[in-house]
C-alpha cells in the first residue's frame, strides 16, 4: 500500500510498503509492524487542526468542560502533547488558564506561537517530560488528543505523562477505539502512520506500567468512534467512575480478545471493499461522472483498498492550498479545489472523510440542488 498520509506530483512514484496489522495473544495490543520510519511517514504538509469546523467545536466544548470539572483557573497550568496550532489550548486560555503546548511539526507550532499560544517544537518523550517539569512545573490536565496511536514506543511516551502530572492532576487521553473499528469495520482507518489500534483495558495496561491508572472512560462519537480516558497517579484521590465500568463492560461483551472477533473482522473488510468497488465501477461505466470530496488520508486509503483509480474517479475536492495540483497516492486522482468541482457538478460524489460527513453535506448543499448524489462506503455503504 502507498503511504496514506502525502500526496504526490505527477512525476513523482508512489512510496509502498507492507500494511499489515497484528494482534498481540498476550496483551492483545492491535499493531502495524513492519512500516517505514518515522521520518518518511511524516507528511509534507502537517494538518492544520483550526481548519475543521467540526475539531474547533469539539475543542471548545472539552475545554470548558474540564475547567468547569477540575476547577482550572488562575494558577492551574495546562499541556497539551500533539497541540497543533492551539486550536484547543486557546480556549483555555480564554478561561485565565495557564498553557503549553507540545508539538513535534515546526510549521503548526509556529502558527500557534505567533497567536499567543506558548508552544515548545519537540518530540515528547520521558526524558523531554522531565525537562518540561524542571522548567515549567508540573500540570494540573495533560491533554493527549488523537496523538498515541501515533507512537511507536509507547512505553516511553506514557512514561512522560506520569512525569508532568501533579500529584492529583488528571490525564486524559482520546484515540480511535478499536471497539468502534472492529464494529464499524472501519478498513480505511488501519495506515502505516498509525501504530497502535487501542482498547480501554490495553490502555490500562500500558498507564498502569508507568504508574497510572484510569478512573474514568466514555465513548464519543468524534473520528468515527473515539475513547476518551481519563487517568492519574495510582496513589491520587481520584475515585472509580461508572464510566470505566461501563467501558469495560461493553468491551468485555464484544468479546474484543476473541480470535472470532478479529477474522470476522477481516471477512467483513472483503465483502466492504468488493461491493463498494464495483458499485463505482458500475456508476462509472453506465457513464456517470464520479467525483469525491476530502483528499485525507482515510480517503486515500479507501480508494486505493477498493482498487479505485482515476480512471472511474475523476477528480477528488478539497480545501487544502497544500494538496491542490498534486494527486491521491496510489489512485493518482487529482486534487483540485471546491470551487472547480462547484464549476461542474459530478453526477456522484463520494464523501471520503465520512467522519465529518454532517458537516461536509452541509457545505456542499448547492451540488445536491444541482443533482449530484453523495455516497458514503462507512460506516455504511449507501447514499447519503
Known sequence: MPLANRTVTADEADQVYQLCAFVCDSCL?????????????????????????????????????????????????????????????????????????????????EIANESGVPTEVRFFSAETAMDIA??????????????????????????????????????????PHLLALVQRTQFDAFRHDTYAYLSLQVLERILRSVGLRVFDAERITDHGGTLRAYACHTVSTHGARPGLRSVRQVEAEARLESPDTQTGFAQRVAVAREEFGRFIRMRHEAGRRVA????????ANLLNLCSLTSQEVACVADSDPGKLGRLLPGSRVPV????????????????????????ISAQLQALRRAGTQFWAAIPRFGRV
Request: aromatic content about 6%.
Open 29 to 109: 495490543l492491535v499493531q502495524v509492524q513492519g512500516v517505514a520510519t518515522g521520518d518518511v511517514l511524516a507528511p509534507p504538509d502537517p494538518f492544520l487542526s483550526s481548519r475543521s469546523v467540526t475539531v474547533v467545536e469539539h475543542a471548545r466544548r472539552f475545554a470548558e468542560s474540564m475547567t468547569s470539572r477540575l476547577d482550572l483557573g488562575d494558577g492551574s497550568l495546562v499541556i497539551e502533547i500533539g497541540s497543533n496550532d492551539g486550536y484547543l489550548l486557546r480556549h483555555f486560555q480564554t478561561a485565565g488558564v495557564a498553557v503549553l503546548g507540545i508539538e513535534a511539526a515546526r510549521r503548526p507550532a
Open 134 to 175: 524542571v522548567r515549567h512545573g508540573r500540570a494540573d490536565l495533560v491533554v493527549v488528543n488523537q496523538v498515541l496511536q501515533h507512537i511507536p514506543d509507547l512505553f516511553d511516551f506514557a512514561a512522560g505523562f506520569a512525569c508532568i502530572l501533579k500529584p492529583n492532576g488528571v490525564l486524559v487521553l482520546e484515540v
Open 292 to 299: 469525491a470530496y476530502g483528499a485525507a488520508a482515510r480517503g
Open 336 to 359: 483540485v479545489t471546491v470551487d472547480t468541482l462547484m464549476d461542474a457538478p459530478p453526477d456522484d460524489l463520494l464523501i471520503l472523510p465520512w467522519t465529518h460527513i454532517h458537516e
